[in-house]
């Protein structure tokens, strides 16, 4: 496995895409396995983004497809990110019919699986995703297995991570921001100040997930599952897991988000709100949010915000490489489906057929937008489907290019990968299923606590040492240790 993170990032086939592979007939993509008298099956994708007027339309164009390729239609059915989580969860609960599920270690991907929510897709890889297997760099597959086993199939990506802020270009120019002076959250602070003291802005929207104590602000790497305590840093050296809650780096970010919010400088019902990122940026109320960032990301939510030419993105720390960035988003296969061949049949067209990622991710091409090669421009209708989910699918190296992007957008994400720090920990996913009942009770302990700390909602300096103290109780203290027992082994045997 060390041998192959050194194909990270290759310029030549960055993560292995072929930008030609816009047929799906390879050796076990599941095509033509079937008479074509059988009826079509239908395939149900669940997955986080708003629900669009011109869904409908763009599943009949991929069920044309679908229909040729697998004998196969789709129904998709995103959930709009509010009620992502709760409805997923309710979903997997009540077994519904579903075949593919949107996955990632920040959604609790590793206790879905202890759940037996997704099926083991070893086998099903070799005999219908051949196509993935001979375009994602093997370490990423590698990365994501949780015991030797892929319960996912991960989207081919950056795999660098970096975290910063996305802000309003426009209003710096008017208030005179000299944003190249900010290399840190807490440079962060003047220019708050004077946002909020010289317009009727609010200076920073924060929420759940999305904060200054989050991991990709932070640079903790969780070991696989970012719902599940129990930390190392990902920048550094040091392999001893201990609690975020009694790490120095958390609880300044904390402290920060404290400050900020007693400030005025973040949302009021930051602890609480649903509302996504880039709808914030839409409403005109908010100056910046926080945001992962790669290359490019600000002009991403540019368009998907309305505010092309307006946004500008911030790194404030060094870019890292960890496992859970290889598992930041997924699809896997629920234990529900009717037929995993023909999901992972599909998942497959998704890594390897232009045709259909492109159509999934941007809808019909003169309708939704217009092409020139490889570089896409929008239609009166884009607003009818824009679901600003890319990169929770597929290949991405396949995708075409808004025009409003930089048309070297694929390489610079090469380039990006290649300059990622790799957390001493990268390539290790831990498996909750030996403190199964431990994490479940410490859920609801941190369900309780930890999105009004890491917004500023509550003081840290009175409730870290409660929750603390609470998340003892619930069995922190084994699962750090079993998290340990088990990476000793990685390191042991890498």
Known sequence: MLACTACIGNVGSPFGGNPDASEAGKAGDGAGEEGSEEKPYELVLVFPASPQRDEKLVEEALNKLLIEKINATIDLRPIDWGQWEETRNLMIGAREKVDIYFTAQWTGHAVNVAQGAFLPLNDLLQTHGRGILETLDPVILEGSKINGINYSVPTNKEFAEQGGIIYRTDVAEQLNLDMSQVKT?????????????????????????????????????????????????????????????????????LAIAR??????????????????????????????????????????????????????????????????????AMLAISATSENPEKAMAFINLLHTDKAIINLLNFGIEGVHYTRNGEIISPTDRTPDYALNAAWEFGNQFLNYVWESESPTKWEEFARFNEQGYRSPAFGFAFDSRPVEAE?????????????????????????????????????LDAIIAEKQRQLDQFLANR
Do not use: C, W
């Open 259 to 328: 400050d900020f919010y007693e400030k005025g400088y973040v949302n009021a019902d930051a602890a609480s709100t649903k509302t996504f990122t880039t709808d914030a940026l839409k409403s005109g109320q908010y100056f910046a949010i926080v945001a992962s960032l790669k290359p490019g990301k600000d002009k991403e939510t540019e368009l998907a915000a309305g505010l092309v030419g307006k946004l500008g993105q911030i790194p404030l720390n060094e870019a890292t490489i960890t496992t859970g960035v290889t598992t930041g």
């Open 439 to 475: 994490v479940a009770a410490l859920f609801n302990v941190m369900n309780q606590y930890r999105t009004s700390l890491e917004t500023g909602a509550i003081n840290p300096a009175e409730y870290v040492p409660r929750v603390l103290e609470a998340a003892k109780a619930a069995g």
């Open 185 to 253: 959250v807490a440079d962060l602070e003047p220019i708050f100040a004077k946002v909020k003291a010289e317009t009727d802005m609010i200076p920073l929207f924060v929420r759940d997930g999305e904060n200054f104590g989050t991991h990709y602000i932070s640079n903790l790497d969780f070991l696989g599952d970012a719902k599940i305590d129990g930390v190392i840093l990902k920048d550094g050296t040091d392999t001893t897991v201990r609690s975020m809650l009694e790490t120095p780096r958390y609880l300044d970010m």
